[in-house]
C-alpha cells in the first residue's frame, strides 16, 4: 500500500510541472496565431488536446484508419503529418511532433476548415 502511495504522491508532484508546460506551449502557440491571423483562445486549444492527448506531445494514434494507411495522428492536436505539412505556420519548428508547431498547425488547419479551432468539439 506504500508503494501504491508513493507513486500517486509522485504522479501528483509531477502533474503542476507538465501543465506548466503545456500552458507554455499554449501561450507561444497563441501568440504566433495572433501574429499570423489565426483565431483560437486558449479555451478552445486546450479543450481539444486534452480531448486528443491528454496533453501528452508524443501521443500518437497507431489504431485509427490514418494509421492503418500509413500515416498517424501525432502529437498534442493529433495531427497526421499530410495535414501538418499543408497547414505547417512559419515561424514554428518543421516538426510534427514538437507541441508549438503541432498546436498551430493545427488550429491553421481548423481555422480553415471550421472557422476556429473554438468551433471544434470532436475529432476534425
Known sequence: MAAQADTLAEKAAKAP???????????????IMKDKGIPG???GLHRNI????????KASND????????T??????QVIQPTFDAYHVSGTEKDLTD?????TAAA?????KYGSIDNV???Y
Open 99 to 103: 507541441p508549438v508547431a503541432n498546436i
Open 50 to 57: 486534452m480531448r486528443e492527448s491528454g496533453g501528452d506531445p
Open 41 to 43: 483562445t486558449y479555451e
Open 72 to 77: 498517424p495522428s501525432k502529437g498534442l492536436l
Open 63 to 70: 489504431w485509427d484508419v490514418n494509421a492503418q494507411n500509413g
Open 17 to 31: 510541472a507538465a501543465s506548466d508546460k503545456l500552458d507554455k506551449w499554449i501561450h507561444k502557440s497563441l501568440k
Open 108 to 112: 491553421n488547419y481548423a481555422a480553415d
Open 121 to 123: 468539439d470532436s475529432a
